[in-house]
């Protein structure tokens, strides 16, 4: 290694490109999506127009979401041949392979496929925002050996997607949560998933390989998966007096305890207090003091004991719980937002055209030449 070539591993603090789409600021604890803070947004817009900022950079008019929505309702039925893919694997299979799956179908079934112009482009975005849920519904509901239900147009994105799923429609409640979820999880500058979306579309792949490829990163722990993780800790310690006990027992091996840290914020997410007062209204309509009790607990212990706080997917994984998703699909939920903030950064990708090809430093075997050559 030269000693003047600096190593970022995992490209810690590195500036890799510029983007319009959001903006996460450490130092002032905050995000923007396309300037707006997301607070003000979770707190007077509904998820689809929040779609509509990230993809426009614009909020949209009247006219503009009641066209956006109509376009929205007219792809949410699910594909049969997606529920066929669906069907050819097994119930074992983690949800998130699943819905890594339906991606590739509607993608190699999708008639602008090899279309990558903007315009194509943003169709594609709204085919698959739309898709989403009830492959995602269809999935946790043969798990639970039950049907599938079709989707009704007369209810927006997150109440339509809860019915898809419960067979009911939510309480305004739970209604209310579920969408500021999606909100919240809709985009996070160059996050891992995010940049490998954008790693492929610098290659001129597809819209569809992109996400897929940000499926499968966001799968991992240490990120998306984390919301699922965190209710397997939840699970493990069970009530708020065996936090201490388990606290230190992880610590001394030094695990990492899911939901907590996060590479660019360092006192906190700026996520968290909106999640987290979602949450207590959904422990308030369920009842659910026990869990805000564990929930309360392992967050006062942690922080006082390593001074790392909660990410958004410490509060997300107890809403999802309460709302009665199963653990294995709430990775599968941060897709259905997340696919928002990906497909605006392929086409921001897209548009910039520079492939993304780092450096390595070699630190193999010197040159050396193969017997009898
Ligand atoms: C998301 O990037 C994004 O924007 C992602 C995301 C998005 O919206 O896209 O915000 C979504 O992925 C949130 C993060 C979800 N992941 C988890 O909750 C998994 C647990 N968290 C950790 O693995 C960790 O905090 C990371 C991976 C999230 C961030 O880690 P960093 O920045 O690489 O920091 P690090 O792992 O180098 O930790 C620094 C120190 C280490 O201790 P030492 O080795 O120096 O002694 O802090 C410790 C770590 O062990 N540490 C933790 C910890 N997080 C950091 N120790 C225990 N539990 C943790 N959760």
């Known amino acids: 290694m030269t000693d003047t070539t600096e190593i970022r591993k995992g490209l810690a603090g590195v500036v890799v490109d510029t983007t319009a789409i959001s903006k996460v600021n450490p130092e002032t604890n905050s995000l923007l999506y396309r300037g707006y803070p997301v607070q003000q947004l979770a707190a007077t817009q509904p998820f689809e127009a929040v779609a ?3 993809w426009h950079g614009e909020l949209p008019s009247p006219e503009q979401l009641r066209a956006f929505r109509a376009e929205e309702r007219a792809h949410r039925a699910l594909d049969p041949a997606v529920k066929a893919a669906i069907d050819l694997t097994p119930v074992s299979a983690h949800p998130m392979d699943v819905v890594r799956t339906a991606v590739s179908v509607l993608g190699a079934r999708d008639a602008e496929a090899s279309d990558s112009s903007p315009e194509a482009d943003l169709r594609k975005s709204v085919r698959l925002f739309a898709a989403l849920p009830a492959a ?63 790693v492929i579309t610098s290659t001129m792949a597809d819209l569809h390989s992109a996400v897929v490829g940000a499926i499968g990163a966001l799968k991992g722990p240490l990120h998306g998966g984390a919301n699922e993780a965190v209710m397997h800790v939840f699970d493990e310690i069970g009530e708020a007096a065996a936090v201490e006990a388990w606290l230190d027992e992880a610590l001394a091996t030094k695990r990492k305890i899911m939901g907590f840290g996060h590479r660019v914020y360092k006192s906190g997410d700026s996520r968290v207090p909106t999640m987290k007062a979602a949450l207590d209204t959904l422990v308030e309509h369920y009842g659910a003091q026990e869990l805000a009790a564990l929930y309360d607990a392992l967050e006062a212990h942690f922080v006082a004991r390593k001074g790392i706080h909660p990410n958004l997917d410490y509060p997300s994984g107890p809403a999802y719980r309460l709302m009665g998703f199963d653990t294995e699909l709430f990775t599968p939920l941060f897709v259905a937002a997340r696919v928002t903030g990906w497909t605006a950064h392929i086409m921001e990708q897209a548009a910039s055209n520079a492939l993304i090809r780092p450096l390595s430093e070699y630190v193999g075997p010197d040159e050396r030449q193969v017997p009898g050559a």
């Open 136 to 198: 995602i519904a269809y999935d946790q509901r043969r798990r639970w050996g039950r049907d599938p239900i079709e989707p009704r147009e007369d209810l927006d994105y997150s109440r339509n997607f809860l019915w898809m799923t419960f067979g009911e429609e939510p309480h305004e409640v739970v209604a209310r949560a579920f969408d500021v979820s999606m909100i919240l999880y809709a985009e996070h500058s160059f996050n891992a998933s995010t940049f490998t979306a954008r």
């Open 52 to 54: 509509y900022l990230l």
